[in-house]
């Protein structure tokens, strides 16, 4: 006698064989039946809203390195994520998100909860999205739903599957294995290579393609055998580069005028698993300065049709800069100029906030993870902060809130004990604060440390930008973040005074599960402020 094996049999089976046995989600009526029989080698890690579930799934994928499975409920639930799903695409972060459709002969009456074209809904912001034809062909879709994701340029994927497939018979997905990486064309790491060793005065910009493909030593390899100075590429995602190391220079501005000045004076530039360019605001002039060269490696086709300047070299930059490395040879250029050393901060109150960036750097354990989400004080984090190592800083390139907080609680669930540190913003908090909830549950080592200036001081700072003295709506009061935090399960405290400081991040920083500091900072009207550094 056959064994009957159905949709939801041949889709965990798959799943299980591709490593994701973690489903992150908040259930609703049209996913039920897929969760019959759930089976007991995977776990399901409840988001309290669809932004939450999908970050955090993010957050997994990006500690693991393999997609993550995520499960949402159609039309509205589809709609709430689509925030995170638009960070998981821009910072290329491989996602599988399958949503619940109303079941097949409901379709034509367009039901309540259904959506009426689930497949076009989250684009463009997935690689991929289909509602198979027949509900037997949803497994197949699936797996190749996963290959999409994890072939690079990596991203999140989206599978629609009405009600009723989950109980129809289907065939099991047969084994096969998609080798990804690929490498540039001989002649053309040739040519790049020939202008890196006839270069007077080059220089490497690297972005989150370089951590996202654990390529760092192979670039500092390349630095060093090129002796070229090394700067991060605007509002990355990543680092890619130990920023304490002497060809370190820092991070480009995302604005156009301000950004050619950084390359002036630099013959060649090589950018790495990086856009050309971010930028933010809008400047005058030209991309790069007249007479630089300027060579792109990448993985994305797309990225490289679109950007404006250079030559763009299509390929997986770890594969990409091993070539390099067979052709490029060692230089004797002399060293730059070491960073200008930032002077100590401010013992005042209300606190400067590069004495919580330095306080913080002074007690972080050596193998803590660093999730940014605090516009406002970015830049001064990077300069007061250097991260050191591969996979030890995650922010998001793209900026849409509420990432930070659920990315860092995906993090540590997908960790091994490392400690996770997600610094915020009072404003950035909000847009997703129901991932406290899960950090409880699941008793993630997590340090929340609100950088508070009761307000959106990025947005106010943007405004000053264009003689906007006065902006509705950026100033945040009343919130006891604290209590907040303790109502869904996490335990924190309140830090007003530089006094307190040290004592708080010991506490935050050495309790066994999530734990918040709401640490008051001073507002960038104040004297106590310091402005951030480029």
Same mark, same amino acid.
């Given at each position: 006698?056959?064994?009957?094996?159905?949709?939801? /049999?041949?889709?965990?089976?798959?799943?299980?064989?591709?490593?994701?046995?973690?489903?992150?989600?908040?259930? !609703?009526?049209?996913?039920?039946?897929?969760?019959?029989?759930?089976?007991?080698?995977?776990?399901?890690?409840?988001?309290?809203?669809?932004?939450?579930?999908?970050?955090?799934?993010?957050?997994?994928?990006?500690?693991?390195?393999?997609?993550?499975?995520?499960?949402?409920?159609?039309?509205?639930?589809?709609?709430?994520?689509?925030?995170?799903?638009?960070?998981?695409?821009?910072?290329?972060?491989?996602? @599988?998100?399958?949503?619940?459709?109303?079941?097949?002969?409901?379709?034509?009456?367009?039901?309540?909860?259904?959506?009426?074209?689930?497949?076009?809904?989250?684009?463009?912001?997935?690689?991929?999205?289909?509602?198979?034809?027949?509900?037997?062909?949803?497994?197949?879709?699936?797996?190749?739903?996963?290959?999409? +994701?994890?072939?690079?340029?990596?991203?999140?994927?989206?599978?629609?599957?009405?009600?009723?497939?989950?109980?129809?018979?289907?065939?099991? =997905?047969?084994?096969?294995?998609?080798?990804?990486?690929?490498?540039?064309?001989?002649?053309?790491?040739?040519?790049?290579?020939?202008?890196?060793?006839?270069?007077?005065?080059?220089?490497?910009?690297?972005?989150? !393609?370089? /951590?996202?493909? !654990?390529?760092?030593?192979? =670039?500092?390899?390349?630095?060093?055998?090129?002796?070229?100075?090394?700067?991060?590429?605007?509002?990355?995602g990543r680092s890619g580069f130990p920023e304490d190391h002497a060809l370190f220079q820092g991070f480009l501005p995302p604005v156009r005028d301000q950004l050619?000045?950084?390359?002036?004076?630099?013959?060649? @530039?090589?950018?790495?698993?990086?856009?050309?360019?971010?930028?933010?605001?809008?400047?005058?002039?030209?991309?790069?300065?007249?007479?630089?060269?300027?060579?792109?490696?990448?993985?994305?086709?797309?990225?490289?049709?679109?950007?404006?300047?250079?030559?763009? @070299?299509?390929?997986?930059?770890?594969?990409?800069?091993? !070539?390099?490395? /067979?052709?490029?040879?060692k230089a004797d250029r002399p060293a730059p100029e070491p960073r200008v050393r930032l002077a100590a901060p401010r013992h005042s109150d209300p606190m400067d906030?590069?004495?919580?960036?330095?306080?913080?750097?002074?007690?972080?354990?050596?193998?803590?993870?660093?999730?940014?989400?605090?516009?406002?004080?970015?830049?001064?984090?990077?300069?007061?902060?250097?991260?050191?190592?591969?996979?030890?800083?995650?922010?998001?390139?793209?900026?849409?809130?509420?990432?930070?907080?659920?990315?860092?609680?995906?993090?540590?669930?997908?960790?091994?004990?490392?400690?996770?540190?997600?610094?915020?913003?009072?404003?950035?908090?909000?847009?997703? @604060?129901?991932?406290?909830?899960?950090?409880?549950?699941?008793?993630?080592?997590?340090?929340?440390?609100?950088?508070?200036?009761?307000?959106?001081?990025?947005?106010? +700072?943007?405004?000053?930008?264009?003689?906007? /003295?006065?902006?509705?709506?950026?100033?945040?009061?009343?919130?006891?973040?604290?209590?907040?935090?303790?109502?869904?399960? =996490?335990?924190?405290?309140? =830090?007003?005074?530089?006094?307190?400081?040290?004592?708080?991040?010991?506490?935050?920083?050495?309790?066994?599960?999530?734990?918040?500091?709401?640490?008051?900072?001073?507002?960038?009207?104040?004297?106590?402020?310091?402005?951030?550094?480029?």
């Open positions: 006698m056959t064994t009957r094996f159905t949709v939801r /049999d041949a889709v965990f089976d798959f799943c299980r064989r591709a490593g994701m046995t973690t489903l992150f989600g908040n259930p !609703g009526s049209t996913e039920l039946r897929m969760f019959r029989d759930f089976p007991d080698d995977f776990a399901y890690v409840l988001g309290l809203q669809e932004t939450v579930a999908v970050a955090a799934a993010a957050g997994h994928a990006l500690g693991t390195g393999n997609a993550a499975l995520v499960n949402l409920h159609s039309a509205g639930g589809v709609g709430h994520s689509l925030g995170a799903v638009f960070n998981a695409y821009r910072d290329r972060v491989p996602v @599988v998100i399958v949503a619940g459709q109303q079941s097949r002969a409901m379709l034509p009456t367009r039901p309540f909860l259904s959506a009426d074209e689930p497949a076009q809904f989250p684009r463009p912001y997935v690689k991929w999205s289909r509602q198979p034809e027949r509900a037997e062909d949803v497994p197949a879709a699936l797996a190749e739903a996963y290959r999409v +994701a994890m072939t690079p340029p990596r991203g999140p994927v989206f599978l629609s599957v009405p009600e009723d497939d989950w109980d129809r018979e289907a065939e099991p =997905v047969p084994d096969r294995t998609v080798h990804a990486s690929f490498t540039a064309d001989p002649a053309a790491l040739a040519e790049v290579a020939e202008a890196l060793n006839g270069a007077r005065n080059p220089m490497i910009v690297v972005g989150s !393609g370089v /951590d996202d493909e !654990g390529a760092l030593p192979l =670039v500092v390899d390349l630095a060093e055998r090129a002796g070229a100075p090394v700067w991060i590429s605007p509002l990355s050619a000045a950084r390359l002036d004076g630099h013959d060649v @530039v090589l950018v790495l698993g990086a856009p050309i360019f971010v930028y933010h605001v809008h400047a005058d002039g030209p991309y790069i300065p007249a007479g630089t060269r300027l060579f792109h490696f990448d993985c994305d086709p797309a990225q490289t049709a679109w950007a404006p300047v250079g030559t763009s @070299v299509l390929t997986t930059i770890a594969s990409g800069v091993a !070539g390099l490395l /067979d052709l490029v040879e906030p590069a004495l919580v960036v330095e306080s913080l750097r002074e007690r972080l354990p050596a193998d803590a993870v660093i999730v940014e989400e605090v516009p406002s004080y970015r830049e001064m984090l990077h300069a007061r902060l250097p991260i050191t190592r591969s996979g030890g800083f995650l922010t998001t390139g793209s900026g849409a809130l509420g990432w930070g907080l659920p990315v860092a609680v995906g993090r540590g669930i997908a960790g091994s004990g490392e400690r996770v540190v997600c610094v915020i913003g009072d404003g950035s908090i909000m847009y997703s @604060v129901q991932a406290l909830w899960t950090a409880a549950q699941h008793r993630v080592p997590l340090t929340v440390v609100i950088m508070n200036n009761h307000g959106y001081g990025a947005v106010k +700072a943007l405004g000053r930008r264009i003689e906007l /003295d006065v902006m509705p709506g950026t100033d945040i009061h009343g919130i006891d973040y604290v209590t907040m935090a303790r109502g869904l399960g =996490v335990p924190g405290r309140a =830090v007003t005074a530089a006094a307190d400081l040290d004592a708080a991040l010991e506490e935050g920083l050495s309790h066994a599960g999530p734990y918040l500091l709401d640490v008051r900072v001073a507002s960038d009207d104040s004297a106590a402020y310091e402005p951030s550094h480029g």
